[in-house]
C-alpha cells in the first residue's frame, strides 16, 4: 500500500511538472470553451419570447394581455396552449403564460362585490399572491434550468399581475400565479457546449493515456519496474487514480468557467455527477490501453489515437446536437461512447432533451469499458 | 535465508528459451558462486540479455532449471526480485522526478532498502540530487540506474553493461563501487562490452554465443587455454636475427612489427634467461623489454570470429 501511495505521489508529481502534459489536459478544453462560447452565444440585449395562451377569450383577458404587452422585455406570441409548449420545449418561446377561461366572469363577479368587501384583502397586496378560494390561477411555465430568464420572467409577471389586481379591484388579489417548470430542449450554447467540452476532454485524457504507456514500454521503463517486486495492478491502479484525479479536476476547471463565465446553471445531484464523470474516464483510460496493447512505436500510438479522437470529437454532438446532423453520420454518432456520455453529463448537469434515456447512456458507456478492459487484459504487453 | 554460504547464488541446468523459430538460449548451465563477480561476454543476439531476464524473474524458461539465491525463478520470481538489484540500459525514468525523488519511490518498492543519502553518495550524485531526471547527463543518468540497483541491500546484483556512456573517471569509480560491494559480500553478474572492464572485475566470465556457453573460468584460464604463448617484446636490437632467436629456448615464432621484436613462446623464464644471455655477449640490454599475453579480446574473437564491440 505505501508503494501504490508513494507511485501515486510520484505520478502526480510528475504530471504537474509536465508543463506541457498541463496544457494539454487543462488549458486546452478552457480554450475550446471560451472560444466556442463566444462564438455561439449571440449576445445583445436580453429580450423573453413569452407564449400567451387565452383561453378566457374576453375584454378582461384582453386588458390583461395589454398590460403584458406593455413591459419592453416581453415579446408575446398568441397561440394554444399544446402548441406554445411544444414551442417552448423546442426554444423558441421562453415561457408559457395562461389566462384560464373563466377568468373574465370572475372579474365581473368580484367587481360586484367590491364595494361590499373592500377592505378584505387589504392585506394581501403585501405579501405573496398564492392561488386560493376567489382567485383565478394564472399558469406561468418557465424552465428552471435557464435560471436568468427564469427568474427574470417570474419576477416580471409578478409585477404585471400584481399592478392588474390594484387596477381591477383596488388590490384584492383576484390573479394569482402558478409557477410551472417546463424541461425544454433549448440549452443555451454554453450549457450544451459545457458538458459536451468536459465529456471531450475526459475522452482525451483516456485515449491519449495510450501514448506515454507505449512510450514507457519502448523505453524499458515497464521492464524496469517490472524487476522490482512491485505487482502489476499497482502499476495500473496507480495511473488509473492519477487520471481520474484529473479527469475530477477537469470537470471542476470545465463547470467552474461554464457557471462563472456563461451563467450556466448546474442541476444534477453531485455524487453523480462525479459518478458518470468516473464512469466515462474509466472508458476511455479502458480505450486508451486497447490502443496500448495494439501499437508497438510511441509515434504509431500517437497515430491510432488521433485516429480515433478527431472523428469522435465532432461525431458525438460535442458542439451541437446530434439531431442536426447529417442523417448519414448518425449512425454512426450512435455507436461512439462520447455521444453517451456528453449525454449523460448533459442530462444530469443541465438538464435538455436527452438523445437517449440516463440508464441507458450508462449502460452503453459501461459496454465500453468492460470490452475494452477484457481486450488489454488479453493483449496489453509489458515489453 | 535459504541456502548456505558456499552454495551459488546463481545455479542454471539445461536452460532453453525459445522466440518463435529463434532458439534464444540452447541448453546452458552454469554457476555463480557467492561473493564473486561474474562476466557475461558475447556479442549481440548471444542470448545474454535473454539468460539475464529468465535470471531476474523476468521471463520463463521453456526447459530447464534456473535457481537464484536457492530459489526457483521460474516459479516465485516475486520473492526473487525482493533480494536482486537490477540495472538496465533504459532511457530516464521518470524525466520530471528528482534523484532523490526516484530512489525513494524505488525504495518503497521493496520490504528492505539502504539509506537514500547511502545511495547518493555510492554512485556521486550528491551534487545533482535535486536535478530532475531528465536534466542529468547520460553517464549521470547510467549511475543512478547503478543506484536503483542497490536500493534493496541485494545479495545478487544484474549489472547490464553499467559503464557505456561514462567518461574513464567515473567507469573508475564505478568499478571502486563494483569492488567494494564485493568485499563486503555482494555477488554481481555483469555483462560488458568493455574487455578491460572484464578483464579488472570479473573473477570468472562466461562467453555467449548463439546461444551457448562457448567458455567459462577466469580471465587467465581462458586465456591461456587459447593461447599458450606469451609475447616477449622489446626494441629491435640490430645484431640479432630473427632467425637466431626463433632457435631460442621454447620460441614458436619470431617477428619484427614496428620496430619491436616479439618472441612467441611457452616458457617466458626460459625465453628471457636465453635471451638476455645472448644480448650480454653483444654488451647491450634489450630496451623496453616486456611480456605481454593475449587478451580477453583474443580469446573473443578466435571464439566468436567477431569483435565483442560489433
Keep these: 500500500m505505501s508503494a501504490f501511495l508513494t507511485l501515486t505521489a510520484a505520478n502526480i508529481r510528475s504530471f504537474v511538472r509536465d508543463r506541457t502534459a498541463l496544457f494539454w489536459t487543462f488549458a486546452f478544453p478552457v480554450i475550446f470553451i471560451l472560444l466556442f462560447g463566444a462564438i455561439f452565444s449571440g449576445g445583445g440585449t436580453p429580450s423573453y419570447s413569452i407564449g400567451w395562451v387565452d383561453q378566457d377569450g374576453t375584454a378582461a383577458s384582453a386588458l390583461l394581455r395589454d398590460g403584458f404587452a406593455r413591459v419592453p422585455l416581453l415579446k408575446l406570441q398568441d397561440g394554444s396552449l399544446s402548441a406554445s409548449l411544444d414551442a417552448m420545449r423546442k426554444g423558441s418561446l421562453n415561457g408559457v403564460v395562461v389566462v384560464p377561461k373563466g377568468y373574465g366572469a370572475a372579474v365581473a363577479a368580484a367587481r360586484g362585490s367590491s364595494a361590499a368587501g373592500a377592505g378584505a384583502g387589504a392585506a394581501a397586496t403585501t405579501g405573496p399572491i398564492t392561488a386560493g378560494p376567489g382567485t383565478v390561477p394564472l399558469d406561468v411555465y418557465t424552465d428552471p434550468s435557464q435560471q436568468t430568464s427564469s427568474a427574470t420572467i417570474r419576477q416580471v409577471v409578478a409585477q404585471v399581475v400584481s399592478t392588474t389586481n390594484l387596477a381591477l379591484l383596488g388590490g384584492r388579489p383576484i390573479l394569482a400565479t402558478v409557477d410551472r417548470s417546463l424541461q425544454t430542449q433549448d440549452l443555451s450554447n454554453a450549457a450544451f457546449l459545457v458538458p459536451g467540452i468536459l465529456g471531450m476532454a475526459l475522452m482525451q485524457l483516456g485515449v491519449f493515456g495510450a501514448v506515454p504507456l507505449v512510450a514507457q514500454r519502448e523505453k524499458l521503463i515497464l521492464k524496469r519496474l517490472g524487476a522490482t517486486p512491485l505487482p502489476r495492478w499497482t502499476l495500473v491502479g496507480s495511473n488509473v487514480v492519477l487520471r481520474l484525479l484529473i479527469g475530477i479536476g477537469q470537470a471542476v476547471l470545465i463547470l467552474g468557467i461554464g457557471v462563472a463565465v456563461f451563467g450556466v446553471t448546474v442541476l444534477g445531484a453531485l455524487w453523480l455527477m462525479v459518478a458518470i464523470v468516473v464512469l466515462g474516464a474509466l472508458t476511455f483510460i479502458s480505450i486508451g490501453y486497447v490502443v496500448a496493447s495494439f501499437a508497438r512505436t510511441e509515434d504509431a500510438a500517437n497515430g491510432i489515437v488521433q485516429v480515433i479522437q478527431f472523428p469522435m470529437m465532432f461525431l458525438s454532438g460535442v458542439f451541437f446536437p446530434i439531431e442536426i446532423m447529417p442523417s448519414v453520420l448518425r449512425p454512426v454518432a450512435a455507436v461512439l461512447p462520447l455521444t453517451y456520455l456528453g449525454d449523460a453529463l448533459r442530462q444530469v448537469m443541465v438538464g435538455g432533451s436527452p438523445y437517449a434515456p440516463l440508464p441507458l447512456d450508462l449502460g452503453i458507456l459501461s459496454a465500453w469499458f468492460v470490452v475494452c478492459l477484457a481486450i488489454s487484459a488479453r493483449f496489453f504487453r509489458w515489453e | ?310
Aim: aromatic share 6%; charged share 25%; net charge negative.
Design chain 2, 1 to 310: 535465508m535459504t541456502g548456505t554460504d558456499d552454495a551459488p547464488v546463481i545455479e542454471v541446468v539445461g536452460l532453453r528459451k525459445r522466440y518463435g523459430e529463434v532458439l534464444a538460449v540452447d541448453g546452458i548451465s552454469f554457476e555463480v558462486r557467492r561473493g564473486e563477480i561474474f562476466g557475461l561476454l558475447g556479442p549481440n543476439g548471444a542470448g545474454k540479455t535473454t539468460t539475464v531476464e529468465i535470471l531476474e524473474g523476468l521471463r520463463r524458461p521453456d526447459d530447464g532449471t534456473v535457481h537464484v539465491l536457492g530459489v526457483n525463478a521460474a516459479h516465485a520470481p516475486e520473492q526473487v526480485k525482493q533480494r536482486i538489484g537490477v540495472q538496465l540500459q533504459t532511457a530516464a525514468l521518470y524525466p520530471f522526478l528528482t534523484v532523490t525523488e526516484v530512489l525513494e519511490l524505488f525504495r518503497s518498492f521493496y520490504a528492505r532498502s539502504r539509506p537514500t543519502e547511502w545511495l547518493v553518495q555510492a554512485v556521486d550524485l550528491g551534487e545533482r540530487r535535486h536535478a530532475q531526471t531528465r536534466q542529468l547527463s547520460g553517464g549521470q543518468r547510467q549511475r543512478l540506474s547503478v543506484a536503483l540497483a542497490l536500493v534493496n541491500e541485494p545479495e545478487l546484483v544484474f549489472l547490464d553493461e553499467p559503464t557505456t556512456g561514462m567518461d574513464p573517471q567515473a567507469r573508475r569509480s564505478l568499478w571502486d563501487l563494483v569492488l567494494r560491494l564485493r568485499s563486503e559480500g555482494t555477488s554481481v553478474l555483469l555483462t560488458t562490452h568493455y574487455m578491460e572492464e572484464a578483464e579488472q572485475l570479473c573473477d570468472r566470465v562466461a562467453v555467449m554465443d548463439h546461444g551457448h556457453v562457448l567458455e567459462l573460468g577466469t580471465v587467465e584460464e581462458l586465456v591461456t587455454r587459447r593461447f599458450r604463448e606469451r609475447a616477449v617484446h622489446f626494441d629491435t636490437l640490430p645484431g640479432l636475427d630473427l632467425a637466431e632467436l626463433g632457435r631460442l629456448p621454447q620460441v614458436k615464432r619470431a617477428v619484427i612489427e614496428d620496430g619491436e621484436t616479439v618472441l612467441y613462446t611457452s616458457d617466458v623464464a626460459a625465453t628471457i634467461g636465453a635471451l638476455l644471455a645472448r644480448t650480454e655477449t653483444l654488451g647491450r640490454d634489450p630496451e623496453n623489454l616486456g611480456i605481454r599475453r593475449a587478451t580477453l579480446e583474443d580469446v573473443f574473437l578466435d571464439l566468436t570470429g567477431h569483435a565483442l564491440r560489433e
